[in-house]
């Protein structure tokens, strides 16, 4: 069984910085990939960063420049530091990992930008 943990969340002003951290343990396959999701309210959950375990990144384009996927393989860890945060990366953080055996996500955290 996978289990994910994720951290780091709460409120901060506009342009501020957050990092999350999402823990990963159980019987995990090594080749993977650990992502971060976000769901607004009323909208559909979207992926922000991914980084495989090769250590290929990739961003979606309203975070490029400003969040950066980084992760400890040794700890099964991946983080999420987020600077010049906006109103509108408001919303519950997902952590997601993929492999072989499946997908699977964390309970996640919620992330509060005031302007």
């Known amino acids: 069984q996978v289990r994910l943990v994720e951290s780091g969340g709460g409120l901060v002003q506009a342009g501020g910085s957050l990092r999350l951290s999402c823990a990963a343990s159980?019987?995990?396959?090594?080749?993977?990939?650990m992502a971060w999701y976000r769901q607004a309210p009323g909208k559909q959950r979207e992926l922000l960063a991914a980084?495989?375990?090769?250590?290929?990144?990739n961003y979606a384009d309203s975070v490029k420049g400003r969040f950066t996927i980084s992760r400890n393989y040794d700890a099964n860890t991946v983080y999420l530091q987020m600077n010049s945060l906006k109103p509108e990366d408001t919303g519950v953080y997902y952590c997601?990992?993929?492999?072989?055996?499946?997908?699977?996500w964390g309970q996640g955290t919620q992330v509060t930008v005031s302007s």
């Open positions: 997601n990992l993929k492999t072989v055996q499946g997908e699977f």
């Open positions: 159980g019987n995990i396959f090594s080749r993977n990939t």
């Open positions: 980084i495989s375990s090769g250590g290929s990144r």
